[in-house]
Every structure is written in C-alpha cells, then in structure tokens.
C-alpha cells in the first residue's frame, strides 16, 4: 500500500529505528528520535545500494516520490543515481563561480571599497553568466572569446578586457589551489580578439607659442587662483618644440 500524508504524520517512534515502505523501494526511515528519512534501496551491477532522497517534512511525499522517479529513469539508462549526485556535487564544488568567489575573497584584501566593488559587479554582470556554471578545469579559451566579444559588441571594449583579465586570475588561484591545471586565460591577448580602439590626439600647444600665452595670462583680470590654473593647465598642454 501506497504512503498518504496523514500515515506520515500518525507514525511514531519505537525504541529501535525501523522502515516503512511506499513501494519500489522507497521508505521512510523512522529513528528512535522521531525522524523520518526518505531512503531508496536499489541493485547496481549485482550490488545493494541506500540512497538517501532527503528527510520529512523538508522533502513531502510527492517530491520524495519524484527523486525517486528521476533516480529510477537514471538506473534504467545504466547510470548509478549516486554515482552521478556526487559527480554533480563534484563539478558545483569546482565550478567557475565557486573557484573565483575564494578567488575574490582572497584578491580583495588590502583593496580600496570602490574598487572591490567594481571587480565586484563586473564578476556579477559580465563574467559569471557565462562561465559561472561550468566545471573550471574544462573551461577553454574560445569560451573566454565568446564571453569577451559579447562585452565588446556593448560597445564595451574596455570592460571586456578587463573582464579577460579577471578570469584570468581565477584562473591563476585556481592552478595555485589544485582547482585546474592551465589557464586559457593566458592563451589569449586582447588585441587577438578585439578591435583597436581609436587614439585621439588632444589638443597642446607648441613650446614656441609658450611665451605669448604666459603674457597673455600674467595681464589676465581674473583672480590669481585663476592666473595660476591657467598656468598649470598650459604648462600640461605644451609639447617640446620640433
């Protein structure tokens, strides 16, 4: 007979634990305590296996039953349920975004506020969404070229290559941490994968004109705060003369 919600909650305790089955091998593991634990027993390559789908009330029956479903359809394929929760378990603990937050929580020491939470939203914003989920170790250097140029075509072009730097570090703390063994961060330059951004000439004034301009300054009818600005401001300006 199939479990219903109200034989869950009038199950009690008894000095030893003991199971009570909901059938294809699901059952509820009751402790002398007074817990109740989901479990499953199932047969891999002529091996007996417990497999454990969570504890009463924080897994109800209908989702106990439909772990159970899921780790079935896994079984039937030829795939170990428990060999493949802790191959997922596995690759969440060494995925990108779990590396570069011990990455940030390592680089940020001794940084300015502004700064780290600069690094910050660019982590969250720009690198994250794409590389966040996947396994560090099998990361490659086109997928650092797709993130990068997605940036640029923002019209972004700066942010995007420090967005490659930054990965880049992760991926440096990963290889110092036993993480991931190369950095394809490294592989790759940003003038590889980005446009040149144009240079803009700003304005100076040659060293032979320096003279007239100081005369005109010193007969300015400003203030001398403002005399001395402008003097400052030309001094910048001026380039050597050819």
């Not at 789908?53 to 106990?64: I, N």
């Not at 359809?73 to 493949?84: N, Q, S």
């Not at 396994?135 to 075509?153: F, G, N, S, Y």
Request: some cysteine; proline content about 6%; glycine content about 6%.
């Amino acid at each position: 007979m199939k479990l219903t919600d109200v034989q869950i909650k009038r199950i009690k305790p008894n000095a030893k634990p003991y199971k009570v089955s909901d059938g294809g091998g699901l059952f509820l593991w009751v402790t002398p305590s007074g817990g109740k634990i989901w479990r499953w027993t199932y047969r891999m390559e002529r091996r007996a296996k417990l497999m454990t789908l969570g504890k009463y009330p924080d897994v109800p029956l209908v989702l106990a039953r439909e772990r159970h479903t899921e780790a079935r359809k896994l079984l039937a394929t030829g795939v170990d349920p428990m060999g493949e929760r802790k191959a997922e378990k596995a690759a969440s603990e060494n995925s990108f975004q779990s590396v570069a937050n011990l990455w940030f929580e390592h680089w940020q020491d001794g940084k300015s506020p502004r700064h780290v939470a600069y690094v910050r939203r660019r982590m969250d914003s720009d690198i994250l969404p794409c590389l966040g989920a996947r396994p560090i170790a099998a990361i490659e250097a086109p997928e650092l070229v797709a993130m990068t140029k997605a940036i640029e075509q923002r019209g972004a072009r700066d942010i995007a290559k420090r967005a490659l730097e930054s990965t880049g570090q992760v991926f440096r703390y990963a290889i110092a941490h036993g993480f991931a063994r190369r950095n394809p961060a490294s592989e790759i330059r940003p003038g590889d994968i980005l446009k040149s951004s144009r240079k803009v000439n700003y304005a100076r004034v040659d060293a032979r004109e320096l003279p007239s301009r100081l005369r005109s300054i010193e007969v300015y009818q400003g203030t001398h705060v403002t005399r001395l600005a402008l003097k400052l401001w030309l001094s910048r300006l001026c380039a050597p003369a050819n």
